[in-house]
């Protein structure tokens, strides 16, 4: 039995879109004579679809690009995500389903079972649970349909403790002799060599061969990097689908094993934390403007690594000729900032523009003169630097259709070192969850074979600029502390005493945790980021602004 594995980028709500590109991926398949042809989850409505789920006509709609699906089948059998209407006598109204059709006609339907209910999922709220399995028998072979979660209940998992039943057991009880797992699982790092882990210790347990599909592109913050799977019963991964980009390969399932079919040189290397993170913003950064409508992206380039990183990546994503760099030089920006920001743009070759923000700033100092009359220059003055520079950034976007890209990093929106209505100005917060320390990391993948950003943006003491040799450090600890402590207070959810026993000095964590939790109001404000770590800010990360909570 020939198997073709679509492992495809789709947008949510595009049903023509999707559709026409499954049913050419199909078409795909039957002239490579496959028997059977797999798509991802949800493949029909683009994942994730989210409160979209509450409208009927959505549902709807996905329900009639099925039908067109379907009608498209005679000659072969496709395994297709969707969501399907409730059949059951009570519960939610929908189900995240995968329907087995073959020539024209809906054989079954295959229901989730698991339904995560945490960090970016939130799949309890739409569907209700599959209440039992069922075995595909085609032309004499047996296999059964997962969906995503549902392969994530291996003893050795904390997902273990979520559920109380196991899906890939009770298939193979029913006499499964091959699992499908179609999926839309997101990238963070570390993610890939952990699926590649679960799918082949499953393959062993069960002594069977698995499937994993997985689904590919960005959408909102979350970004799905493929890498889709095919692993014989002994655990070994015979065929592989690419990372961060679409991929259509075959395998073949003979004899109780899993055999790769047209396969030149498959690499199964999972790759790198950080090629495999540039590659996830990348992605991330070209669905969202393309997804969303944008020509161009619009960047302030200032000379510093934050900044030069998120161009970088962005002349990858949509090309040099859709970047516009711009500086905004001010009376306490350095000659080599201004001159670190040109040869980057050039590096790049990017457009590059200058718009001095001294006269603005004057104007606004003369204008608050009489209100601030007698008293010391502080932050204010400094915020209002910041806030000239994002005025000028939306400036350009109104005027010219841009989308701005802002240049925060993880550390930073961490401890609001930051100015709303400011820096913090922008439609993408391209490395808001990039601690500082990866920030450089990236910079030196970015410039592993040539040199794009100049050496002194890397090497030079990171400054916001916004008064006389002003440092990050005389208001943060050194990067290398703070991102420790962040990493431990945030992804790991440590209290303050578990911290302190990790080696950092308590002062310090005290210091670092109160300003987390003093600046939730601006991360609450601040644009939507890219997710590459275990928690980033934004869906997975529920915390309330108006509360007293201290942590001990």
Not at 143 to 164: R, V
Not at 254 to 280: H, L
């Amino acid at each position: 039995m020939k198997i073709a594995i679509c492992q495809i980028n789709t947008t949510v709500g595009a049903f023509k879109e999707n559709t026409e590109k499954v049913c050419a991926y199909i078409d795909k398949a039957k002239r490579r004579g496959c028997d059977i042809v797999v798509f991802p989850e949800m493949v029909v409505t683009g994942y994730p679809p989210e409160d979209l789920l509450e409208r009927p006509d959505f549902i709807n709609r996905n329900l009639e690009a099925l039908e067109i699906i379907k009608d498209h089948t005679m000659g072969i059998a496709a395994v297709v995500g969707f969501v399907d209407k409730n059949t059951f006598k009570n519960g939610k109204p929908l189900c995240n389903a995968s329907a087995f059709i073959c020539n024209k006609q809906v054989i079954s339907k295959h229901y989730k079972m698991l339904l995560p209910n945490y960090d970016v999922f939130d799949e309890q709220r739409y569907f209700e649970p599959a209440k039992a399995v069922s075995v595909i028998d085609h032309n004499g072979v047996k296999f059964g349909i997962t969906i995503c979660e549902d392969i994530w209940n291996s003893d050795d998992m904390f997902n273990n403790s979520l559920y109380h039943v196991n899906p890939v057991k009770e298939l193979v009880d029913h006499g499964a002799e091959f699992i499908i797992n179609i999926s839309a699982s997101p990238f963070e790092k570390g993610k890939i060599k952990e699926r590649f882990s679960l799918v082949t210790n499953l393959a062993i347990k069960h002594n069977i061969p698995f499937l994993y599909v997985n689904q590919v592109g960005g959408n909102d913050d979350l970004i799905f990097d493929g890498n889709s799977i095919a692993v014989n019963r002994d655990g070994k991964i015979v065929n592989k689908g690419a990372g961060f980009c679409e991929d259509f390969f075959f395998v073949e399932i003979r004899d109780k094993d899993c055999n790769a079919v047209d396969v030149a040189d498959v690499s199964i290397d999972p790759g790198d934390d950080i090629s495999n993170i540039y590659k996830a913003l990348v992605l991330g950064v070209n669905d969202y403007v393309r997804k969303c409508g944008f020509k161009k992206v619009v960047i302030g380039l200032s000379g510093g690594i934050d900044s030069a990183v998120v161009a970088s990546i962005a002349s990858h994503a949509v090309g040099r000729d859709k970047v516009v760099g711009v500086a905004m030089p001010s009376i306490y920006s350095a000659d080599d900032s201004l001159g670190d920001a040109k040869g980057l743009a050039e590096n790049l070759g990017i457009e590059f523009k200058v718009i001095p923000i001294k006269m603005i700033h004057s104007a606004f100092i003369k204008t608050l003169e009489s209100e601030f009359a007698g008293l010391a220059p502080d932050i204010t003055e400094e915020n209002l630097q910041a806030r000239m520079r994002g005025n000028i950034m939306m400036a350009l976007s109104n005027k010219f259709g841009y989308l701005v890209l802002t240049t925060g990093n993880k550390s930073e929106l961490s401890v609001g070192y930051c100015t709303l209505y400011g820096d913090m100005c922008g439609g993408l917060a391209v490395i808001s969850d990039v601690p500082k320390i990866m920030v450089y990391d990236l910079a030196r993948y970015i410039n592993i074979n040539r040199v794009v950003i100049p050496i002194n943006t890397i090497e030079k003491p990171p400054t916001a600029e916004l008064k006389p040799d002003q440092k990050d450090q005389d208001s943060l600890p050194p990067y290398e502390i703070l991102d420790g402590i962040l990493k431990a207070y945030i992804e790991e959810t440590r209290n303050i005493q578990e911290i302190v026993n990790m080696g950092y000095f308590e002062k310090t964590v005290r210091e670092v945790v109160k300003m987390v939790d003093r600046n939730e109001y601006k991360r609450n404000q601040a644009a939507p980021g890219l997710r590459v770590t275990s928690k980033a800010f934004g869906t997975g990360r529920r915390v309330p602004i108006a509360q007293a909570y201290t942590n001990h």
